[in-house]
């Protein structure tokens, strides 16, 4: 069987990749790829618990965790996307630091 620390430095590394890809670049598609990154490093976390702990005794809410976690990374990846789209659209550019659109 694969040791938790396994799981746990390569959640390590992908949340870490996730993290560069946020805070390195400018296009807002990227940084949203880069937060769903993030998001899924959380979620190899959430069940390699789970499934730690289930080995010691029997839970499952590290699963429901994660299932929830899915869930709201899929609503936030629409979410975003539209409104990188209508951003887009109205803009012609989706780079982060041009979007002052709330500003005044």
Do not use: C, H, Q
């Amino acid at each position: 069987m694969i040791p938790l620390s396994w799981y746990l430095l390569v959640a390590a590394a992908l949340f870490a990749i996730g993290l560069y890809g946020v805070m390195a670049r400018r296009n807002a598609v990227a940084i949203l790829m880069g937060v769903e990154l993030m998001l899924n490093a959380v979620n190899i976390n959430l069940v390699a618990f789970w499934r730690y702990r289930s080995l010691v005794s029997e839970g499952s809410a590290g699963l429901a965790w994660a299932v929830f976690v899915l869930t709201v990374a899929a609503a936030e990846a629409a979410v975003g996307l539209a409104l990188v789209i209508s951003i887009y659209r109205s803009r012609d550019s989706v780079v982060a630091e041009d979007l002052d659109i709330l500003k005044n």
